[in-house]
Each structure stands twice: as C-alpha cells, then as structure tokens.
C-alpha cells in the first residue's frame, strides 16, 4: 500500500509536471520566497535554510506556484501607489491559487463536520489555523458558506 503524498509532495509534483523550477535562493530581509518569470522559464526561488519547517515551506512554496499559474506577477519595486494596489491584487489571486490547491472548499467542510473547533480543524488537516481561516475566507469570499463553532469569533 503506497502512502498518501504530502501537500508538499503534490506542490513540488506539479512544479514538474509544469516546468516550474524550484531553485535554492537566498534573501535579504524577511522575505523566504519569490517567483521569477521571464516569458520562457518559470522559477521558484526558496531561501531553505531559513523556511521552519515542511509546513511553511508548503505555504511558501503554494503561493508562489500561484503567482505563475494565475499569472500574478509584479515587480519587487513595485512602491508607486498603482504598483501597490497590483502587489495586493496579484498576492490575493496567488493565495486563492494556493487555497483552491492546498484546501478545496470539499475538504475544509469535511473536516469542519468531523472537528468541534478550527483548532481540531488545524490539527486534522496539518496546517496552522491562521492559514485555515484565510483559506475559509478565500472560498467564502468566492460564495461557499461554510458553518462552524466559533465562526462569528474569527477575524
């Protein structure tokens, strides 16, 4: 019996089945990840010493797949007020990207039914309940209803 890839398996899986390189990179800063596209290649540049763990490398590694796949591109310079307003648009569609691949709605109203809090949702799933919220408000701004103990609490 072969054993269930991980979400992280699946992310780099399809970063191959996509021509997508993923490439050790290192940053200055905060920043742990970034795309790099020119028309022909598609990159993914992972600072690795410095992600924590599988699950921050998964999370990292998801939105910037999404970038690619959705397109969702825009300049690290982009400090003009119009380049602000795409920085927010373009991390938006790579976070919906990420969500719908990561955590399809199916999965996060499975586990919402089986679990008495976001908590035991967070645990089931193996993600941080910070991610899972976001993830929830994803589908639900895109019209899924999803209903839970403590829905009216979160953020």
């Not at 992280?8 to 970034?34: H, M, P, R």
């Not at 910070?130 to 589908?139: K, P, Q």
Request: aromatic content about 8%; glycine content about 8%; proline content about 6%.
């Amino acid at each position: 019996m072969s054993e269930t890839p991980s979400p992280l398996d699946k992310l780099y899986s399809f970063a191959l089945q996509n021509d997508i390189s993923v490439i050790e990179a290192g940053f200055s800063g905060t920043k742990k990840g970034a795309c790099l596209c020119d028309g022909t290649y598609n990159n993914v540049l992972l600072d690795k010493p410095r992600i924590k763990n599988p699950t921050e490398e998964t999370l990292i590694l998801g939105e910037e797949l999404g970038h690619i796949e959705k397109g969702a591109l825009y300049r690290l310079t982009a400090n003009q007020p119009i380049g602000r307003i795409n920085k927010h648009v373009c991390e938006y569609r790579a976070k919906k990207w990420r969500a719908e691949f990561l955590l399809p709605a199916d999965v996060i109203q499975d586990a919402i039914t089986k679990s008495a809090s976001l908590y035991e949702v967070s645990c089931e799933l193996g993600f941080p309940q910070s991610y899972i919220e976001e993830a929830i408000a994803i589908h639900e701004r895109g019209g899924v209803v999803f209903d839970f103990p403590g829905k009216e609490e979160m953020p």
